[in-house]
């Protein structure tokens, strides 16, 4: 049965206990609104630990100026069955009294990774994300914690902060989980109109575009590029925020001849809507299925 928790007390209490039966402790952080990615993550989590333990928390200090704090889409109890149902084991949905108290100083800069792609739109983003996932490993502990690859640059960002500051934690990846007809799984894909939505599936037409490009002998990192913004480019309300082809640990963009396991990496606005999606160039990805 599924236990809703909202206070960090009680979290460590009932963590305490389960700790203390040598139970194994998986744990997926998410902002809520949760669709089938999130889902696919829960059942990672699984594969790994005895319990479950997923958080919602819509974390204020990852959102910029004039960004979709206020109005990022929420629905708690529609959350809360669908976890219930995907076998979670506790719901830890905290408030920003206890996450933020007030006259907190303390916050977590992983500097260059979170300098690249998504941080030079949103400078302070990766601070705030690292901040909170730095405090919620604290208080759950967990063995394995399981992100999407969606927010590659996120799962990179995670993962070198486990590295530097020495987090007892596992880090898995998650495949992107995507629609019908290609587009990644999003609580923002809400915002789109049916017309939108229409024009949001250039990002995966775009990506699969270039592994057809490079399965097909074409390796030159400025070509390939090209591809993806002149298929972009074809749709009126589409706007790119940036196309880079990097490499896959560093981030750093690939110059001169790509190897299979770069990946190409799209931010582009639809309408006010900012969508984000990754691919490696050769391998297996979700864009195939
Ligand atoms: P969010 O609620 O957007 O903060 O996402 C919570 C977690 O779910 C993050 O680790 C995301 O990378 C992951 N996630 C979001 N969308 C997808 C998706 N389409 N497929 C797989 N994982 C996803």
Redesign the pocket.
């Known amino acids: 049965m599924l236990v809703l928790v909202r206070s960090v007390d009680e979290l460590r209490t009932t963590l305490q206990m389960w700790r203390s039966h040598g139970l194994r402790i998986g744990f ?11 889902l ?2 829960l059942s990672m989590a699984r594969n790994h630990a005895d319990r479950v333990v997923v958080s919602i928390y819509v974390n204020p200090t990852q959102f910029g100026p004039g960004e979709d704090l206020d109005r990022y889409p929420r629905d708690l109890e529609g959350d809360r069955q669908k976890i219930e149902q995907a076998g979670a084991d506790l719901l830890f949905v905290p408030t920003t009294q206890e996450m933020y108290p007030a006259g907190a100083q303390t916050y977590i800069q992983v500097r260059e990774l979170s300098l690249l792609l998504c941080g030079v739109d949103r400078p302070t983003h990766f601070q705030g994300v690292a901040t909170v996932v730095a405090k919620l490993f604290h208080l759950v502990q967990p063995d394995v914690a ?6 590659y640059q ?2 990179q960002i995670i993962r070198q902060m486990v590295r530097d500051l020495m987090f007892p934690v596992k880090i898995v990846g ?5 629609e019908p007809d290609g587009l ?4 923002r894909n809400a915002y789109l109109t049916p017309a939108q939505r229409q024009t949001a599936s250039c990002l995966s037409a775009a990506l699969r575009l270039v592994r057809w490009a490079f399965a097909s002998g074409e390796t030159n990192a400025e070509t390939l590029l090209r591809l993806a913004t002149h298929r972009i480019g074809q749709e009126p309300d589409a706007q790119i925020q940036y196309i880079e082809l990097c490499e896959p640990d560093t981030l750093l963009a690939v110059q001169g001849a790509a190897k299979p396991e770069d990946r190409m990496f799209l931010a582009v606005k639809v309408g006010s809507t900012r969508l984000i999606d990754n691919a490696p160039l050769m391998g297996n990805s979700t864009l195939d299925g």
């Open positions: 997926v952080p998410t902002m809520g609104y949760l669709h089938e990615g999130h696919s993550l399981v992100f999407g690859e969606k927010d996120q799962l998650g495949e992107i989980v995507r990644a799984m999003s609580s």
